[in-house]
């Protein structure tokens, strides 16, 4: 504690507000607070990492890829992305991605709009057992 | 103005459930005319024994997936509730996987698996730990496990989100009597966190089994295609290759309604327990 108190007299707000940390949650608080971080950051590692390592392979060389498995790049091969558009041929697959997606999201609107207006205003025996029903969708809840 | 839905779930929908029950008590290559058959298929897969070991790989699949997301997915949120610096940038994180494409998951993992040049076993020899170095995805005693893993990987953030909205109903006077009356933070998970959090957990439970029953084909086939010799078989892999390898379409059919009996008959069992116990999700 003296030493924390020595460092508030240094450098004033900084370390007066880090003293009115330790006292507020105290020695048990601190380490509740550390373990905390610490499983998050095993967390963020575990989901966060294997990701990164794609994007290092990608401009890494092939030699690289097996001999420095962990590490980031020693320099920066972008032949990877060049053979991917060339030989792959991505522009292509990107155009029919964008295809498939644009005609499913046109036709999806069309068709479930006016179904969701329907079943919203439906009065008959048929709506309302289908208001009464468990299955029923949130998006379709009155009231 | 239904009709347009109406139309396209019956055609797209109905038809097919109606014709694959039917095509499943014929006989049929995909090709030639189909001839009747019975209930011979199904007969027959109660004594086929890879299909056997598939079902049973995927009800470990099951209850392993089922109980690691919901047991992990609260621990997360438990976590990420707090008030924390960094927290919206920790939620984001834990969510990531979820966004990603099964595909791409599958690729990421196998690499990560690789014997060769993969992160997994790299790491180990990192660490001094070379003698737990495997072929995780080529040994079968190993392989359907790390199959789960990767599955839980994925769709963790997902389950944490959802606990996290629940944990965020809970009124905080609850947990401030409940420490008024002495309760340790073990007691108030027991007591106030479990009973408050229980329509949440038969939320997650559920759709973890759905998914765990008939949304584990692309992971699988991903990473090793039920092998090594059907070692990691789930029921939609051993059909799959039955229709477009075999040519065993009916047959396949009739594993595909014995899969649906098993997974309506669960989710039956499941809304049962959850009238019984009043809980209207």
Not at chain 2, 37 to 54: C, E, P, V, W
Not at chain 2, 114 to 127: E, R, T, W, Y
């Amino acid at each position: 504690m003296r030493a924390v108190a020595n460092l508030s007299l240094n450098d004033g707000a900084a370390g007066s507000r880090r003293r009115g940390l330790m006292q507020r949650l105290g020695m048990r608080g601190i380490l509740e607070l550390g373990g905390i971080y610490a499983a998050l950051v095993l967390v963020l590692f575990e989901t966060l990492y294997p990701l990164l390592w794609v994007l290092f392979g990608s401009l890494k060389t092939k030699q690289e890829m097996l001999s420095n498995v962990w590490g980031p790049p020693s320099s920066l091969v972008l032949q990877n992305y060049a053979d991917a558009w060339r030989i792959a041929g991505m522009g292509s697959r990107i155009v029919n991605s964008i295809f498939v997606t644009g005609s499913a999201l046109i036709i999806l609107v069309a068709v479930a709009t006016p179904c969701a207006y329907a079943v919203a205003r439906l009065r008959s025996p048929d709506a309302v057992l289908w208001s009464q029903s468990r299955l029923r969708p949130c998006w379709c809840r009155r009231r | 103005m239904i009709l347009p839905a109406a139309i396209l779930f019956g055609l797209f929908y109905l038809w097919p459930f109606v014709n694959g029950f039917w095509l499943s008590l014929h006989n049929w290559d995909g090709f030639s005319d189909p001839t009747w058959a019975g209930f011979s298929n199904y007969m027959r897969l109660a004594h086929d024994r890879i299909f056997l070991g598939a079902l049973r790989n995927n009800l470990i699949f099951v209850v392993a997936v089922v109980v690691l997301k919901n047991v992990l997915g609260l621990g997360l949120a438990l976590l990420l509730n707090r008030a924390l610096l960094g927290r919206a940038f920790f939620r984001a994180a834990a969510f990531i996987p979820v966004t990603m494409s099964f595909v791409a998951v599958g690729l990421l993992w196998s690499w990560i698996y690789n014997p060769v040049f993969g992160l997994l076993n790299s790491g180990l020899d990192l660490i001094g730990l070379a003698g737990l170095k495997r072929s995780w995805l080529g040994d079968a005693d190993i392989a359907l496990y790390s199959i789960i893993v990767v599955d839980v990987w994925k769709w963790l953030g997902f389950h944490a989100v959802i606990y996290l909205a629940g944990l965020q109903t809970i009124p905080s006077e609850l947990y401030e009597s409940a420490k008024m009356d002495g309760a340790g933070p073990l007691q108030r998970f027991r007591h106030v966190t479990v009973p408050m959090m229980m329509p949440i957990i038969f939320i997650n439970t559920i759709l973890g089994l759905s998914g765990a029953f008939v949304r584990n084909f692309d992971i699988v086939y991903v990473l090793t295609k039920g092998g090594p010799n059907h070692a990691t078989e789930v029921v939609l892999t051993y059909m799959m290759s039955k229709a477009f390898q075999d040519g065993a379409m009916s047959y396949a059919a009739a594993i595909g309604y014995v899969l649906f009996m098993i997974v309506g008959l669960a989710s039956v069992g499941l809304l049962a327990l959850m009238r019984r116990q009043r809980l209207d999700v």
